[in-house]
């Protein structure tokens, strides 16, 4: 079994900053990539940043040179720098992996969720 764990959100205001963090565990192979969520109140679960294990990376345009997603790979962790945050990106931000088991079984993964508020 693969587990994650979220931490980092909060109540921040306009233009202010935040961390996530993503800790996986568990029975770990490999974990091919790892991203970020995230679902606003009344709206569909949509996609912030992924990262793969070699590095590449996708983020949405709405986030594009605010929020930076990274890695390490040493201790399975995912991190997502926000900056500049506005009330819009007001939401509960899910963690999520995908990989392979020790017993090389496929795994598709989520964390509970950390919300992000962002107002004044």
């Known amino acids: 079994q693969v587990q994650l764990v979220e931490s980092g959100g909060g109540l921040v205001q306009p233009g202010g900053s935040l961390r996530l963090s993503c800790a996986a565990s568990?029975?770990?192979?490999?974990?091919?990539?790892m991203g970020w969520y995230r679902q606003a109140s009344g709206k569909q679960r949509e996609v912030v940043a992924v990262?793969?294990?070699?590095?590449?990376?996708t983020v949405v345009d709405s986030v594009k040179g605010r929020f930076t997603i990274y890695r390490d790979n040493a201790v399975n962790m995912v991190f997502l720098q926000m900056n500049s945050l506005q009330p819009e990106d007001t939401a509960v931000y899910y963690c999520?992996?995908?990989?392979?088991?020790?017993?090389?079984?496929?795994?598709?993964?989520w964390g509970q969720g950390t919300q992000v508020t962002v107002s004044s």
């Open positions: 568990g029975s770990i192979f490999s974990i091919y990539s």
């Open positions: 999520n992996a995908i990989g392979a088991t020790t017993s090389r079984t496929p795994y598709d993964v």
């Open positions: 990262i793969t294990d070699a590095g590449m990376t």
